[in-house]
């Protein structure tokens, strides 16, 4: 911890975006707003200014946007306090709380820079089952950035946690902004970095269990690292979550009575459960056939009509999905290569594009994120996106090479148009689900995939698979369960994994389906991809 504050260049004024010298192609920002002073000229390809918000006293001096619109009691500050006195009277992330449920809340992030933080603090809104609408100012010197994002939850029954949220960014600020997500009581021992626990859960089985389960574990900010889901022939579910806990407090007993009081809560008296240390866990692996993990990860799409988000679609937005566009412009700044991105908007689609630059090792100095349509995430209305970045390598040049372009545009192509793989499997006499999704240099793979694909699986009436009845006895961490019968049993109908394909690691889950009579999916290939279907959309925010 400092005493002093930043130097008042810092902290006083957001950094300034790359000079640009094209005049026929510049509009200059909006004056009032002291935020940007210091930032020269804009680029704006359809000739609208895109100045800043109106100008708002915020955090450490900078001025913060304009709150949401909203009735009287509107628009909340979390910010100061015993943060503010743990960082030198200035919060590094300062939020504005939208007055009414659907309206924007405003998260301003005003810290020292490090590489890959813009990837980490969108992870982290992500994960909080949040919307980023905009990212209107994201911009860095190098060491400070200044960092705006408008953001709604994606769905009503979300329940986010605005002080816990901001405490995760909060330590997510390098230097003397990083402070623990809570001030824990110096008596208590600090757990260490990436703690693995180990949630076991029975429960009577019923459709929808494991979504509901994974919801309430969402909520309480617990992650979710692998799951392994076994039934019993009396009707009961055996559920093991591999799990660590966002506010880095499950090794505290009351954590664990509240997680154990929350599912008690929603799934009622008759279930069990117990959270543990899970020692020596590792994360597994993977292993498909090479047919299938061939089909899964290749980078084109087969069939562009079924992987679209939105059905139907205009002819412009079909063409503009199918046909994602970036272009690279060395000519408007002397020192920055200005990437332009435009492609269908999408849940996550600000994380992919940031995790896809942390990765290829470039740093962003200044970006816009904007989409052409209010609420385009929402059912049946997709929308683009419009994204503007200066850039430069890590070694501080400009992306002049047309090798690193055309390699560099083939990526983020992929990320855009087809950040997740979803297959629909034959696995003997029964059908797998296959979600994959690619995991970030630093080993961190992408939030809320299993959320999604519970629930798009409990909308569609699926349940996992219902073991039919085998001679065995399984031992799982100390749940000792029995059952009797065929050879066909399957201990495990959900597992997450990892596998290497394409030059990049993925994260792998499987889920073994329940084939009924009202649904059938072995005998049904309109079945079979209305599973593929609703889990692609799902996970692309058109359900949530």
Known sequence: MRDEKPPPAAAAAAPAPPRVTHR???????????VFKRCGTLVERRGQSRGPPPDRA?????????????????????????????????DAVVMQLGGAEGEETVVTVNCPDQTGLGCDLCRTILEFGLRITRAADVSTDGHWCFVVFWVVPRSSSIKVRWASLKNRLMSMCPSSYSIPFFYRDVSQPEPGPLQFYLLKLMSPDRKGLLHDVTHILSDLELIIHRVKVSTTPDGRVVDLFFITDGMELLHRKERQEETCSALTATLGPSISCEVVPAEGFQQGFSSLPP???????????ADTDSEVCSSPLSAELRKVRTTATVNFDNSLSPAHTLVQIVCADQKGLIYDILRTMKDCNIQIFYGRFRSDK???????????????????????????????QDALRSRLRSETLHPLRVMVVGRGPDTELL??????????G????????????????????SVRTASFVCSIS?????????????????????????ERHWEVYRFLLDDSKEFPLASSLANRNCVVDRARKTLMGCYN
Not at 24 to 34: G, L, W
């Open 374 to 404: 209010k609420g385009s995430a929402s059912k049946g209305s997709s929308g683009c996106r419009e994204v503007d970045l200066f850039v430069k390598q890590v070694d501080g040049k400009k992306v002049t090479d047309p090798a690193k």
């Open 478 to 502: 100390g749940l000792v369960f029995h059952s009797i019968g065929s050879s066909s049993f399957a201990p495990f109908q959900a597992e997450i994994g990892r596998q290497a394909a394409s």
């Open 291 to 301: 047919e299938i993990a061939e089909e899964l990860f290749r980078a084109e799409l």
């Open 58 to 90: 915020g955090a450490g001096g900078v001025a913060a946007p304009a709150r949401p619109s909203g009735g009287e009691g509107a628009g909340m500050v979390l910010g100061g306090g015993m943060a503010a006195a743990a960082v030198g009277g200035d």
């Open 24 to 34: 026929a192609r510049i509009v200059r920002p909006q004056p009032q707003n002291p």
């Open 446 to 465: 992408r939030p809320r995939v299993f959320y999604d694909a519970t629930l798009a699986l409990k909308a569609l009436g699926i349940c996992i698979f």
């Open 435 to 444: 979600v994959a999704n690619p995991v970030e240099a630093s080993g961190k």
